[in-house]
């Protein structure tokens, strides 16, 4: 993970807290239209969203907390969420691995 104090970009988990109710989903096609185009520029790795419990999680790549709100600010959804956000200090999963080796 690089030092966010150089200018570079670090990892954070973000968690979101929501209430969900017949305006908020008016919100959903363009808050998923811009979400789209924060991964397509590898700003977000990744996105989920429980509907039972309500919360949304998403690893975003920035130079610092105040830039992570700055993107989440401007989503059509923002209003509605309580934010957690915390600098990830390791991020690893299967992805990040070599394939299996397989022996013909």
């Known amino acids: 993970m690089e030092n966010m104090n150089d200018g570079s970009v ?4 973000v968690t979101l807290h929501f209430d969900m109710n017949d305006e908020f989903m008016s919100f959903v096609p363009a808050h998923r239209l811009y979400i789209n185009s924060l991964i397509e520029k590898n700003i977000i790795d990744y996105y ?3 509907m039972e419990s309500q919360r949304s999680w998403m690893v975003l790549n920035a130079s610092s907390k105040k830039e992570v709100e ?4 401007k989503s059509p959804l923002y209003q509605y969420w ?3 956000i915390d600098e ?5 999963g299967q ?3 070599l394939p299996a080796v397989q022996l013909n």
């Open 95 to 97: 992805s990040y691995r």
């Open 88 to 92: 990830l200090f390791v991020y690893d």
């Open 10 to 13: 670090t990892k954070y988990q």
């Open 82 to 84: 309580t934010v957690e």
């Open 48 to 50: 989920t969203v429980s």
């Open 70 to 73: 700055r993107i989440l600010s």
